[in-house]
């Protein structure tokens, strides 16, 4: 069974610091995706990584595959209250046909 | 181009009613997913469908709840006699056709339909 575990499952800082959060499994996944979630609403896709060790920079937020695939980090520089939400990592399983959910990490960053 | 659009975003039901949701998928998109979410629990997959197909439905539980996506119109969630385990966020996800062997395509969520079993 494919499997992504998401740590720390909640968060909590002030504005300005930095972060990361890390989805794991023991399987390797051909991509894995990044959604940001808030209160209410529906999952929102961040960036999707495809290649191992691949880097790919969204403004602040930085997102790197580990070489293997079976890894992916999410790291927030100088966060804002607006990056509060949960951050779901997902992966497609071996028949292509589902997106597999990590339970998410829940941030909350106050000012 | 709108998004995946699901109506109603909240449903009360009463214990052993039917519950319907809907989904429209994006403008172009052939392949709809849906998901349950309940608090601290993750997404749930349950069903995979392409126009008049299931093609996984590995995720749905074996009795009451069926899915349909037909020709013409939204794909259709239905619970039948809900119970209170069924109160959940129900999310529908689209993308479009996929191209020979891509398994990267992205998925795009709909704001879900909030069922609450009363």
């Known amino acids: 069974t494919q499997l992504l575990e998401q740590s720390p499952q909640f968060l909590s800082i002030q504005e300005g610091e930095n972060l990361t959060v890390y989805c794991n499994s023991s399987s390797v996944f051909s991509s894995l995706q990044w959604y940001r979630q808030e209160p209410g609403e529906g999952p929102v896709l961040l960036v999707t990584v495809v290649t191992g060790g691949e880097v790919k920079k969204l403004k602040r937020l930085t997102f790197q595959f580990g070489d293997a695939r079976k890894d992916s980090s999410l790291h927030i520089t100088a966060a804002q209250t607006g990056d509060t939400g949960l951050y779901l990592c997902?992966?497609?399983?071996?028949?292509?046909?589902?997106?597999?959910f990590g339970k998410g990490t829940t941030l909350s960053v106050s000012s | 181009n709108a998004g995946v659009m699901q109506n109603p975003r909240h449903l009360v039901r009463r214990r052993g009613q039917e519950a319907r949701l809907r989904c429209s998928p994006m403008k172009g998109h052939s392949h709809v997913y849906w998901y349950r979410q309940l608090p601290e629990e993750g997404l749930k997959f349950m069903v995979y469908?392409?126009?008049?197909?299931?093609?996984?439905e590995s995720g749905m539980p074996k009795e009451r709840f069926s899915a349909e996506f037909p020709k013409e119109g939204p794909s259709i969630l239905r619970i039948q006699q809900v119970v209170r385990g069924d109160s959940a966020a129900y999310f529908c996800a689209s993308s479009p056709t996929r191209q020979g062997n891509n398994l990267n395509t992205e998925a795009f969520f709909g704001q879900g339909t909030r069922l609450t079993v009363v």
């Open positions: 997902a992966g497609r399983n071996q028949a292509g046909t589902a997106l597999i």
């Open positions: 469908l392409q126009k008049e197909n299931i093609i996984d």
